[in-house]
């Protein structure tokens, strides 16, 4: 099987190849785009916006706080762990100017798995929203770090409202446990200290690490994927080829719900859209949907971009149909599938078609995506971006023929440079140059290609391979369903059987009617033999359902 579809797919006006050499280092690119917005607002939070211009002083303070005050030397590692605030940009670009290594780290993680992640990573010096530093607290002992700058939600709005905000947030709502972390600084206190201070510009090299990109949380032990400077423009690069033919320059507003320490969100929404000078308006709490949807509502946004959970929960929102979405562009879905009733809803309520897109971490993240000019394929994942090679091996890694289900490999300037200290991991992921993906895939007589599901969440039948994803797609597609995940559990007769957990939009729903309705629509091995219904499904920090914990519960 050959990629001889994939060019006569790609949207008019998108190269087959990029440049993945075009900058130096990420600090080139992002000076690029200082220079030439230096006036546009760049991020917007609570109301604050910040323009390129502060951006660069900002992030430029924090680089010289770290490297005077601190003394911390290219290729040192700093943990960030907040979600989406006006901090996390001025931080991530200040550790990254500084010559560092940025290790993300996500807000909700316990005690255990922060101690996991710094000790794995080795990270000296960390940068923490106060709300979580009770956990820090604990572990901060166990780990190499030496540095602790704490930030509050409040600090970068500026003036009264800054104060009214953390007091807010720390007197009425108790949000932020009670902590004691002696010699911590206070992100405002860096910040006017590196104010001070000169700033001295690191020689990078693009094969240089910029990012420990932390993976493996839904399905194993989370490693550290290497993502060098190179991987990330390189992906920066394909994304933005992609989506150019529908944006302009100095013209675009993106809202980002992902949050920026996920890496979705870090390449796509912050690099992409600061190549070409979007405002990107940072969404803190997305679950707080009534709150998300007046930001919405705020704004004539052309981009947005999100998970099926995201999409799915603004669709049962009765205000959502009250946004207005004239000015709006491109949706594109990714880190999970995007169920097709979701898909269909979206487009009806939004007039812009859901592309969904395919990646993982370990291709900083983005492989394939739908084109975005109308000729989407419902229920793929899309064609190759430019600069990648997509192909489908069976076990014995040969190639499959078309329309054979098989393991999706993948070849590109964005497939990282391999695990951090675990060699025998990257290893076994990689064969040659290509990332094995460990997801089961398919190539169309058209070109595209669909995830049947993850090669190990298979559900083995009497012998027939059930994908999760299938089911969940057709249970997804009942009237009186909101959320569902589907998993194997052991059974005498048949090895696995198929259960379904569902969280219900109709409190009518009983479990006969789900039997009865997947018997209507698959065959029958394919159908769950048990149901349980639930209020909420265990999910990630982006909202994919986390089959794994299920399983756990189940064993």
């Known amino acids: 099987m050959s990629n001889f579809h994939w060019l006569d797919k790609y949207p008019q006006g998108i190269p087959s190849e990029i440049d993945p050499d075009r900058y130096s280092s990420i600090i080139d690119l992002f000076e690029e785009s200082i220079n030439k917005y230096r006036d546009l607002p760049a991020y917007e939070n609570m109301g604050k916006q910040l323009t390129f211009g502060e951006l660069d ?14 003394g911390l030397q290219k290729g040192d590692r700093i943990a960030l762990q907040m979600p989406n ?21 996500n807000p909700l993680y316990t005690a255990r798995e922060m101690e996991h992640q710094f000790n794995d990573s080795g990270a000296t010096a960390i940068v923490i929203l106060a709300n979580f530093a009770f956990n820090l607290e604990k572990v901060l002992p166990k780990t190499k770090i030496k ?13 009264f409202k800054s104060l009214m905000v953390n007091w807010v947030v720390r007197r009425v709502k108790k949000m932020v446990p009670a902590y004691k972390i002696p010699n911590s600084v206070k992100f405002k206190d860096a910040l006017k200290k590196g104010a001070t201070k000169s700033y001295s510009r690191p020689s990078l090299d693009i094969s240089e690490v910029a990012f420990l990109q932390y993976t493996g949380g839904t399905t194993g032990v989370s490693k550290g994927a290497m993502l060098t400077h190179r991987n990330i423009l390189a992906n920066m690069e394909q994304i933005s080829a992609w989506m150019m033919p529908r944006l302009k320059d100095r013209d675009e507003t993106i809202i980002t719900a992902l949050p920026l320490y ?9 690099l992409a859209m600061l190549k070409i000078g979007a405002l990107n308006v940072l969404i803190t709490n997305p679950r707080d949907m009534p709150a998300f949807i007046k930001e919405l509502s705020a704004h004539k946004f052309t981009v947005l971009t999100g998970v099926n959970t995201l999409f799915n929960g ?3 929102q009765p205000s959502f149909e009250n946004v207005d979405f004239s000015a709006l562009k491109i949706t594109v879905g990714g880190g999970m599938a995007v169920q097709k009733a979701v898909a269909l809803k979206w487009e009806e309520v939004t007039g812009v078609p859901l592309a969904e897109g395919y990646g993982l971490t370990e291709a900083s993240p983005v492989l394939s995506c739908n084109p975005i000019d109308g000729s989407e394929k419902l229920g793929s994942i899309g064609i190759p971006l430019p600069s990648t090679d997509i192909k489908i091996f069976n076990d014995d890694q040969q190639e499959v023929t078309m329309g054979e289900v098989g393991e999706l490999y993948a070849k590109g300037p964005q497939v990282m440079a391999g695990y951090w200290q675990r060699p025998g991991e990257t290893e076994n992921t990689m064969f040659g140059d290509w990332l094995k993906t460990g997801d089961m895939a398919v190539a169309n007589e058209d070109g ?3 995830i049947v599901d993850r090669k190990k969440e298979m559900i083995l039948v009497s012998g027939f391979n059930v994908y999760p994803n299938e089911v969940e797609d057709v249970i997804a597609t009942h009237p009186k369903v909101l959320e569902v995940a589907a998993i194997g559990v052991d059974d005498p007769k048949s090895t696995e059987a198929v259960k379904v957990f569902i969280i219900k939009r109709d409190e009518s729903l009983t479990d ?11 065959t029958g091995y394919k159908c769950p033999k048990h149901v349980e219904f639930r209020t909420d499904l265990p999910k990630t920090n982006i909202g994919k359902i986390l089959r794994r914990k299920l399983k756990e519960e189940e064993s």
């Open 57 to 70: 002083k900002l992030s430029q303070d924090f680089a010289a706080y770290l490297q005077n005050e601190v």
């Open 85 to 105: 605030l006006l901090q996390y940009p001025i931080a991530m670009f200040g550790a990254i100017r500084s010559g560092l290594v940025v290790v993300n780290t």
């Open 147 to 159: 540095t602790v700058v704490i930030t509050e939600i409040g600090d970068i709005l500026g003036g």
């Open 262 to 270: 996920h890496i979705f969100a870090l390449t796509v929404n912050c």
């Open 314 to 316: 603004l669709l049962n």
């Open 448 to 450: 595209f290609f669909q």
């Open 512 to 522: 006969q009617e789900i039997i009865d309705f997947c018997r209507e629509n698959m």
